[in-house]
C-alpha cells in the first residue's frame, strides 16, 4: 500500500493550492480518503474527509476554503485549498480506511509520507 502526496510548496497568505494523493495497493474505491495536517509544536488536525459515496467532512477551520474531492479512476484524492492564511502552515497528510470512523478519530490504517505547505504573510 503506498498512499503518494505531492503539491505541496511556498505560496503567499490569499494564494491558493492543489494537493494531490495517489493511491496504489488496495481497493480505492472501497476506501474513505482524508487528509489531516500538522503544523510545528502542534498535534495532528482533521482537514478533510470524503467517504466512499463521496460525501465530505471538514475540520472547523477549513470550511468554505478547502475542498475535497476524489477520482476513483486514477485512484487519487485532491485537496483544493483557496484563501490560504499562515496559520495553514503545515504538513499534510493523506489518510486511507476502509471505515469512516478510523479517519474521522484519526486512526486511518494507512498514512501518506506527506507534503509541505508553507504560507508567507
Known amino acids: 500500500v503506498q498512499l503518494q502526496a505531492s503539491g505541496g510548496g511556498l505560496v503567499q497568505a490569499g494564494d491558493s493550492l492543489r494537493l494531490s494523493c495517489a493511491a496504489s495497493g488496495f481497493t480505492f474505491g472501497s476506501y474513505v480518503m482524508g487528509w489531516y495536517r500538522q503544523a510545528p509544536g502542534k498535534e495532528r488536525e482533521l482537514v478533510a474527509i470524503?467517504?466512499?459515496?463521496?460525501?465530505?467532512y471538514y475540520g472547523h477551520s477549513m470550511k468554505g476554503r478547502f475542498t475535497i474531492s476524489r477520482d476513483n479512476a486514477k485512484n487519487t484524492v485532491y485537496l483544493q485549498m483557496n484563501s490560504l492564511k499562515p496559520e495553514d502552515t503545515a504538513v499534510y497528510y493523506c489518510?486511507?480506511?476502509?471505515?469512516?470512523?478510523?479517519?474521522?478519530?484519526?486512526?486511518?490504517?494507512?498514512w501518506g509520507q506527506g507534503t509541505l505547505v508553507t504560507v508567507s504573510s
Open positions: 470524503i467517504s466512499i459515496g463521496g460525501t465530505t
Open positions: 489518510a486511507a480506511d476502509i471505515l469512516l470512523y478510523s479517519v474521522q478519530r484519526g486512526s486511518p490504517g494507512y
